[in-house]
C-alpha cells in the first residue's frame, strides 16, 4: 500500500489482478466478486475445498474461460479478448499430457519450435538445456518420454512451461497424483524454482498443508468467494471465520453460547456448563452460539483439578516429534492436543486429565460446526468409554 506522504514511490504493478470477477456456468455461479491483487513474484495458493472455484480462477487467468463480469488483468493490462497463448502465462495441469513419440527436448521445445518470428536452432536447443537444468533433469533430453518416472514426467512438464519465461506460472493441483515422498521434494523444489526464476507462481491446492508450507500468500476460498488472503501463518494463527478456522489445520471447535462481551474478547459457556475466555475478531452478541477454536498445540494436559475442563484420554498416538492425545470430554465431546513429548508429562489412555488452554490461544467465531474427528480417535474414544462418541 502506498502511504499518502511518499507520492514518488510507483505502486509495484501486480502481476495478476481481479477486479471484481464473477463467472457463471449457466445457472451455476463458480466464483462471485473476487477482488484479488497478487504482488509481482510471489508464490500464492488458491486454497479451498473441491468445487470452491480455485480451477475456474486459474483457468480466467490463463484465458480458458473468460469473467462473465469483472476484468483480470496481468502486469496492469486488461485480458479481456487476449487469446491464452498471447498471454504471457503458462499452466501446468496435474494430468500434464506429454507427446508420447517426442523425446524430452523435444516436448519442452514444442512451444518454442512454433514462435514466430522463428528462433534459431541452437536458441532452442539452449533454451530447452537450460530448463531441463531447472527442474534437475539436465541430460535427459533425448530420453523418450516413457522412459522416465512418474516425477520426472512432471518435471519435463514443469520444463515446458518455465521454458518461454512467461510472467506467471499457473499449476493446478501438480502434484497430487505423486506419492507423499516424491510430493515433499516436488514440494521444495518449485518453491526454489519460483525464486530461481523470480516470476509469479498461482498454486491451486485443497491440501491446506502444501498451501501453508510453500506460498508466500494463501487465498483461501469457499463457495466461489474469497474467505481470507494472508501470509500462512496468519492464516494459521487469525483464521477470519469459522470456515477458515476449521479447514486450516486441525483445531478443536467447540460449541457454546456468549457468556460475557468484552471489546475483543469473550466468556463462552460451553455444553457442559464450564465458561472459557476467548479472542473474537468480529462482533458478537450476548447469547449468540459461537464455536471456539482451539488447536491442539494450545492445549495442555495437567493432573485432576478441581475447576475447568476434564476429560478421559481415549488415545494416544505416537507422532514422532510429538505426541497426540485424544480426550473424551463429557458432554462435550473428543478433544485433540498435540505434545511435544520432551517436556511434557506422559498420559496414558484410561487416565483422567485436567485441560488447560494456553492464554490467549482459543478464538470464538459466529456459528457452529461439529469437530472433525477421524474415525481411528473416534474407535478409541468408543473402546475407552463403553459408549459412542459425541
Ligand atoms: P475447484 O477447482 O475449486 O474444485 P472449479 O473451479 O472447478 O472448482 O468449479 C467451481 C464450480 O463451477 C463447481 O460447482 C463446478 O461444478 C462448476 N463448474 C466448473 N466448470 C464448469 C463448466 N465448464 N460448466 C459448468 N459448471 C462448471
Ligand atoms: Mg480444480
Avoid at 48 to 53: E, F, L, N, R, Y
Avoid at 162 to 172: A, E
Wanted: one cysteine or more; proline letters at 6%; hydrophobic letters at 45%.
Amino acid at each position: 500500500m502506498l502511504s499518502g506522504d511518499c507520492p514518488l514511490v510507483a505502486t509495484p504493478v501486480s502481476d495478476v489482478q481481479f477486479r471484481n470477477v464473477t463467472k457463471r456456468y449457466g445457472s451455476v455461479t463458480a466464483v462471485s466478486g473476487i477482488d484479488l491483487a497478487v504482488p509481482p513474484a510471489a508464490f500464492v495458493a488458491l486454497l479451498g475445498p473441491s468445487g470452491c472455484g480455485k480451477t475456474t480462477c486459474l483457468r480466467m487467468i490463463g484465458g480458458f474461460e473468460q469473467p462473465s463480469e469483472g476484468q483480470v488483468l496481468i502486469r496492469g493490462a486488461d485480458m479481456a479478448g487476449v487469446q491464452p497463448y498471447r498471454r504471457p502465462v503458462n499452466m501446468v495441469f496435474q494430468h500434464y499430457a506429454l507427446f508420447p513419440h517426442l523425446n524430452v527436448e523435444e516436448n519442452i521445445s514444442y512451444g518454442l519450435r512454433q514462435a514466430r518470428p522463428r528462433l534459431a536452432a541452437r536458441d532452442i536447443h539452449f533454451r530447452a538445456d537450460e530448463a531441463l537444468a531447472m527442474v534437475r533433469l539436465a541430460g535427459y533430453g533425448q530420453r523418450k518420454v516413457h522412459e522416465l518416472s512418474g516425477g520426472q514426467q512432471q518435471r519435463v512438464a514443469l520444463a515446458r512451461a518455465i521454458v518461454n519465461k512467461p510472467t506467471v506460472l499457473l499449476l493446478d493441483e501438480p502434484l497430487a497424483a505423486l506419492d507423499k515422498k516424491l510430493r515433499t521434494d516436488m514440494q521444495i523444489e518449485l518453491q526454489n524454482l519460483q525464486r530461481e526464476l523470480g516470476i509469479t507462481f498461482v498454486l491451486v491446492t485443497h491440501d491446506q498443508e502444501e498451501a501453508l508450507s510453500m506460498s508466500d500468500l494463501v487465498c483461501v476460498m469457499n463457495g466461489g468467494r474469497i474467505v481470507q488472503l494472508g501470509q500462512p501463518n496468519a492464516i494459521y494463527n487469525e483464521p477470519a471465520d469459522l470456515f477458515v478456522a476449521g479447514f486450516v489445520g486441525k483445531t478443536n471447535l467447540l460449541s457454546g453460547k456468549v457468556a460475557g462481551n468484552f471489546v475483543d474478547a469473550v466468556d463462552v459457556v460451553l455444553a457442559n456448563g464450564t465458561v472459557i475466555p476467548a479472542r473474537k475478531n468480529t462482533p458478537l452478541a450476548m447469547g449468540e452460539a459461537v464455536s471456539v477454536s482451539v488447536r491442539p498445540e494450545a492445549v495442555r494436559l495437567v493432573p485432576p483439578r478441581q475447576d475447568g475442563l476434564e476429560g478421559t484420554i481415549a488415545n494416544r498416538i505416537f507422532l514422532g516429534s510429538t505426541i497426540e492425545y485424544a480426550i473424551q470430554v463429557p458432554g462435550i465431546g473428543i478433544l485433540l492436543a498435540s505434545a511435544s513429548h520432551s517436556g511434557d508429562a506422559l498420559f496414558a489412555p484410561g487416565q483422567i486429565a485436567s485441560i488447560a488452554f494456553n492464554p490467549n490461544a482459543p478464538m470464538a467465531f459466529a456459528g457452529t460446526k461439529n469437530n472433525e474427528i477421524t474415525q481411528r480417535e473416534r474407535n478409541h474414544a468408543e473402546i475407552i468409554s463403553g459408549r459412542p462418541a459425541d
